[in-house]
């Protein structure tokens, strides 16, 4: 089956610091769509990128695809950033296969 | 802003009853999923339909039937729960091909007693 993993499973942060987490993926799936899903269940897109450097914001994404990788870089976090961050790279398809997540808390 | 419509929201229903979930999009795609949501929070891909046709099925028990009107409404049935199935079941849509981004509805949440 597709291979979707994800670090770290949960992290705790002081506001302002930064974040990384990282997705590592199987070899028959591609490109990677980032979510966040809110602690309500509803989950929001914050990139499509199927290689290289994309930001929005305070958030920076990037894909190595030969590597079968992506990170999410979230700078001077804040309590609203608290949730978790889904990655899914994506099957021929269009199919997302989504990792377990990382839990973010970030406190005040 | 939510362009992707479940309903129910919320159902609690007891073993071996029939619940159905209904999804409408109004983004004007062609391409919509089922998504499944379990008690560890992981999601997982049930179904993929391109233009009323079915694309995808990923090992889903047979008592799991989806069904689908017309390409901006896709319902999903399941005859005779049983309480794996309790979850949150997640609709989404997206433009046909790769790399076109999937949103979401706001899930359909499952409680089977």
């Known amino acids: 089956g597709q291979q979707v993993q994800q670090s770290p499973a949960s992290l705790v942060l002081q506001e302002g610091e930064n974040a990384e987490l990282q997705c590592n993926f199987s070899?028959?799936?591609?490109?990677m769509q980032w979510f966040y899903q809110r602690p309500g269940g509803s989950l929001v897109s914050l990139f499509y990128?199927?290689?290289g450097t994309k930001h929005s914001g305070r958030l920076t994404s990037t894909t190595v695809i030969k590597e079968r990788r992506s990170s999410l870089h979230i700078s001077s976090s804040q309590t609203t950033d608290s949730g978790t961050y889904l990655c899914?790279?994506?099957?021929?398809?269009?199919?997302?296969?989504f990792g377990s997540g990382t839990k973010l808390t970030v406190e005040p | 802003e939510t362009a992707v419509f479940q309903t129910p929201n919320y159902h609690v229903t007891q073993v071996g009853n029939e619940v159905s979930f209904n999804c409408k999009q109004t983004l004007g795609h062609d391409t919509m999923y089922w998504y499944k949501q379990d008690s560890k929070k992981l999601l997982k891909i049930m179904f993929s339909y391109n233009n009323k046709q079915l694309i995808v099925n990923e090992t889903v028990p047979r008592r799991f039937s989806p069904q689908s009107s017309d390409k901006a409404h896709l319902n999903l049935r399941i005859k005779s729960v049983e309480p794996e199935d309790s979850a949150v079941y997640l609709c989404?849509?997206?433009?046909?091909?790769?790399?076109?981004?999937?949103?979401f509805g706001e899930g359909s949440r499952l409680i089977v007693v």
């Open positions: 070899t028959s799936l591609n490109s």
């Open positions: 990128n199927p290689s």
């Open positions: 989404a849509s997206s433009h046909t091909g790769v790399g076109n981004t999937l949103y």
């Open positions: 899914a790279p994506r099957s021929n398809y269009n199919v997302l296969y």
